[in-house]
């Protein structure tokens, strides 16, 4: 059992760096180029956002039980606690920003691109927090 969760753990790290990276990237080039994506791009950052979130729930869902299974509980240490701070702080986000594009989408507007470049720069400081908590926190 803890073998199957590690790995869905880690195929739900690559998902959600994948997205965050994925859509960075194309997010940059729209706005270097100073164009609106258009709706069938839209849609596909909007798939992009629903994986994200979807990524970082199933990294919830097994990080605890890893948790339970592995250490008996969530007191692991100091460091751990950091790494769950960067994780709510993600799911949060991509909650938040998941909800923001879905009422844009259904509104017939653009998301608020200020507003989105917070939100994936907050979503980075946190994954940072989480890898950085999850390095110390399991190394001997
Ligand atoms: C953005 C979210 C997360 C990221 C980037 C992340 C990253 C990682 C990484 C890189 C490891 C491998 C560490 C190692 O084996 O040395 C790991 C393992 C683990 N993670 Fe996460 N994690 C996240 C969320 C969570 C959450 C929410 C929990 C618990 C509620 C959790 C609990 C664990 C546990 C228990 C292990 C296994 C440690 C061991 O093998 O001894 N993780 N995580």
Redesign the pocket.
């Known amino acids: 059992m ?1 073998v199957v ?2 790995i869905l ?2 195929f ?2 690559l998902f ?2 994948g997205v965050t990276v994925g859509s960075g990237v194309i997010q940059a080039a729209y706005l270097r180029a100073g164009e609106a994506p258009p709706p069938y791009i839209g849609k596909a950052f909007a798939l992009l956002g629903y994986i994200g979130l979807g990524s ?1 729930v199933a ?2 869902v ?10 008996g509980g ?1 007191a ?1 240490n100091g460091a ?1 606690h950091v ?2 701070l ?3 702080i ?2 949060g986000i991509s909650a938040y920003a998941n909800l923001h594009v879905h009422q844009a989408i259904k509104a017939k507007r653009p998301p608020n691109t200020a507003l989105m470049k917070r939100l994936v720069q907050a979503g980075r400081l ?2 940072v ?3 950085g ?3 110390v ?3 001997g």
């Open positions: 803890e969760l590690k753990h880690f739900s790290i959600a760096g970082i990294l919830w097994t990080g605890i039980g890893l948790s339970y299974l592995i250490y969530m692991i751990f790494k769950l960067g994780a709510a993600v799911l946190g994954l927090l989480a890898i908590g999850a390095a926190a399991f190394s």
